[in-house]
């Protein structure tokens, strides 16, 4: 039976869109079933996580991933809108979150329908790579194109309600894992957090003879 490690990934997150290259690679290089669980940012999840009082974490996370991004030679910018309404000064969350749901619902029919980590990379690219007003006119749509989805398709399916559902149990799969952040790869239920550590997971995998075999 095919092994299989699960990704949790926050379409807020700068660290999990600097992920998904090593996303796709872990799956082109090694038999094993990759799956995306989407998760709610900590920052809707645990609101006091980024309070005034831990305004530290929030300024660090927005020194440190642009030069991450530069560091891998990819493209950074602040989404625009922010996927979630925060605003940056209080760190105070909105009780109305027009992006976040949705997109977070979108990954898990993503999944559902077999292409949940290209989704991911295609709209986390689409969010942190620069696209002004990504949720507007056909960027959203080709996106998903590009993923292999029909994006209209996906959100006929969202109208079944229980998207919301199987976010929760992610949430609590997450917690039950040993962290809380994300991206966080669990394999075996042996979690390794942060986009920096998938090539400890490479090692892990290597350890446990899953590299695909090459072809030809």
């Known amino acids: 039976m095919t092994e299989s490690v699960d990704v949790y990934f926050s379409f807020r997150s700068p660290y999990s869109y600097l992920a998904t290259p090593g996303m796709l690679a872990l799956a082109a290089d090694y038999d094993i079933a990759l799956h995306l669980r989407p998760v ?13 009082e831990n305004r530290k974490r929030a ?31 209080t760190l105070q969350i909105a009780d109305e979150q027009p992006h976040i749901f949705h ?10 329908r077999g292409k949940g980590i290209e989704f ?10 620069g696209t002004r007003n990504w949720h507007q006119g056909r960027h959203m749509t080709d996106a998903a194109a590009r993923a292999g989805l029909d994006l209209a398709a996906m ?6 309600g229980d998207h919301g559902d199987e976010v929760d149990a992610n949430q609590k799969a997450l917690e ?10 669990v394999f075996r239920r042996e979690p390794f957090f942060g986009q920096d550590r998938i090539d400890l997971l490479r090692w892990r995998l290597d350890q446990k003879g899953l590299t695909r075999p090459l072809s030809g």
């Open 59 to 89: 300024r660090y996370i927005i020194l440190d991933w642009p030069r991450r991004a530069e560091f891998l030679g990819m493209a950074h910018a602040w989404p625009d809108p922010d996927p979630i309404v925060q605003n940056m000064e």
């Open 103 to 112: 997109l977070t619902h979108l990954g898990i029919e993503a999944e559902r």
């Open 176 to 185: 039950a894992s040993g962290h809380w952040g994300v991206p966080t790869f």
């Open 155 to 160: 959100e006929q399916a969202l109208q079944s």
């Open 40 to 52: 709610l940012p900590l920052a809707v999840r645990q609101p006091d996580f980024f309070s005034p």
């Open 120 to 129: 991911a990379k295609q709209v986390s690219h689409l969010i942190f790579g």
